[in-house]
């Protein structure tokens, strides 16, 4: 069925580091993948995306990675910083009548240790 | 624009009472998602409208919810009656044409 797995479920860095959050997903035909934040308390915020056309896409210390034939993406965070501990979902898009559906990952907790 | 609104944003209730949200999707957008998140479950899909009409509801646990959109501009989403077990926070999405998609703050939800 549809599925998207997310690894690891906590992850602790030291601010500075790099972090690397990994997923995969089922459906071959996904062609669209965004990673929200989600601040304690607070809604998921979109905060990167990738389509099935693109390998790689970078935005100042974050950046994405897509790999069709493995079936798997991954978020990287580079010169982490306080500010972005949270959870991260990945979701991958699913085709429904007439739009897409997004099926979420069930989220990384990030740490950033000052 | 105010972004996706959600009302109420804390319901307090006691098990077998009615429950109903609310949500008022972006102005332009043409597709609506209610979602469920525990910390046991995660970020569930539990059912989605495009163009007002409900395509996918597979994630509805139980015949006691139902969601309704009756116009671009507005849609529920009902527990009768409430469980405890229904205690969450049930975030409303929306998007347009592009796959951006915006949510609402959430509404906390705990079943007495």
């Known amino acids: 069925g549809e599925n998207v797995e997310q690894h690891p479920s906590t992850l602790s860095v030291q601010e500075g580091d790099s972090a690397v959050i990994k997923c995969t997903y089922s459906d071959s035909a996904s062609n669209y993948f965004p990673w929200y934040k989600q601040e304690l308390g607070k809604r998921p915020q979109l905060i990167i995306d990738?389509?099935?056309?693109?390998g790689e896409k970078k935005d100042q210390r974050i950046a994405v990675t897509l790999n069709k034939t493995a079936k798997h993406f991954s978020l990287h965070i580079t010169e982490t910083q306080p500010e972005d501990s949270a959870v991260y979902f990945c979701?991958?898009?699913?085709?429904?009548?007439?739009?897409?559906?997004?099926?979420f990952g069930t989220g990384t907790r990030l740490k950033v240790l000052a | 624009d105010a972004g996706v609104i959600q009302s109420p944003r804390h319901e307090v209730t006691e098990m077998g009472q009615e429950v109903t949200l609310r949500c008022k999707p972006i102005?332009?957008?043409?597709?609506l998602f209610w979602y469920r998140q525990t910390m046991m479950r995660g970020l569930e899909l539990l059912i989605y409208?495009?163009?007002?009409?409900?395509?996918?509801d597979s994630g509805m646990p139980e015949d006691r919810f139902s969601a309704k959109m009756p116009n671009a501009s507005f849609s529920t989403l009902k527990i009768q009656p409430s469980e405890p077990r229904d205690s969450a926070v049930y975030f409303c999405a929306s998007r347009d044409r592009v796959e951006t998609q915006y949510f609402g703050p959430g509404t906390r939800l705990l079943v007495l």
């Open positions: 102005s332009g957008h043409n597709s």
């Open positions: 409208f495009n163009n007002n009409v409900p395509i996918d």
């Open positions: 979701a991958a898009s699913i085709r429904g009548s007439g739009t897409y559906k997004y099926i």
């Open positions: 990738i389509r099935s056309n693109v």
